[in-house]
């Protein structure tokens, strides 16, 4: 199996663009999560979602952010508009088990992302 | 308030020089409590998962350990490959509101020295 798979590894834009990440999980899983991991903060939780439909986006730091999952091989997560504090890596990560946090997560590589 | 402390930050060990890294928690409620290692430029890769005080597990160099307070990460006869940064994350059902999900602690990072 690949993995999960994200694109791009690397994305610099400029404040105010918009930004769309993308997440291909381990296909067969059932959860997908985004996080996003800062030397301040560490790895945070953004969103996750269960069978495709989103449960809790309460990490989601404001409305700038969405994130989507038309279906069970790919989720976007979505920044408009971009500001320099969005600067981290973003991850994403899939499970087998749908709801099951003590399921075990894999995570995919990361997209860098830099806003200027 | 941090609910997941990862002590030291940073450590330098000579190769073959056992050592111990810390994760405290404050949580209640706790579902399990998770280590993963992240190596630079790429995702955390899943180690162990633990689901009780008492639980151990190993895996080649490595044992998990947890109390009701805190785990540790036993690294015996390091290798220069060992080095990575090692994070804790926690997993607790919140009650009255807030979400669930894994909390991370910031992780710390091993340097083996040949």
Not at chain 1, 48 to 76: C, H, L, Q, W
Not at chain 2, 25 to 52: A, I, M, N
Request: overall charge negative; charged content about 20%; hydrophobic content about 30%.
């Amino acid at each position: 199996d690949a993995g999960v798979i994200q694109s791009p590894r690397h994305e610099v834009t400029e404040m105010g663009q918009e930004v769309t990440l993308r997440c291909k999980p381990i296909s067969g899983h059932n959860s997908l999560f985004w996080y996003r991991q800062t030397m301040m903060r560490g790895l945070e939780l953004l969103i996750y979602f269960n069978n495709n439909v989103p449960i809790d986006d309460s990490g989601m730091p404001e409305d700038r952010f969405s994130a989507k999952m038309p279906n069970a091989s790919f989720s976007t997560l979505k920044i408009q508009p971009s500001e320099p504090r969005d600067s981290a890596v973003y991850f994403c990560a899939s499970s087998l088990l749908a709801g099951e946090f003590t399921d075990t997560q894999y995570f995919g590589p990361g997209t860098r992302l830099t806003v200027l | 308030e941090d609910q997941v402390t990862q002590s030291p930050e940073a450590l330098r060990l000579q190769e073959g020089e056992s050592s111990s890294l810390n994760c405290s928690y404050t949580v209640s409620g706790l579902r399990g409590l998770f280590w993963y290692r992240q190596d630079p430029g790429k995702g955390p890769e899943f180690l162990f998962t633990l689901y009780s005080a008492g639980e151990e597990k190993e895996k080649e160099r490595l044992k998990a350990t947890l109390t009701k307070k805190e785990s540790f990460l036993h690294i015996t006869a390091p290798k220069p490959e060992d080095s990575a940064t090692y994070l804790c994350a926690v997993y607790q059902v919140y009650s009255g509101g807030g979400a669930d999900g894994l909390t991370f602690g910031k992780g710390t990072h091993l340097i083996i020295q040949p």
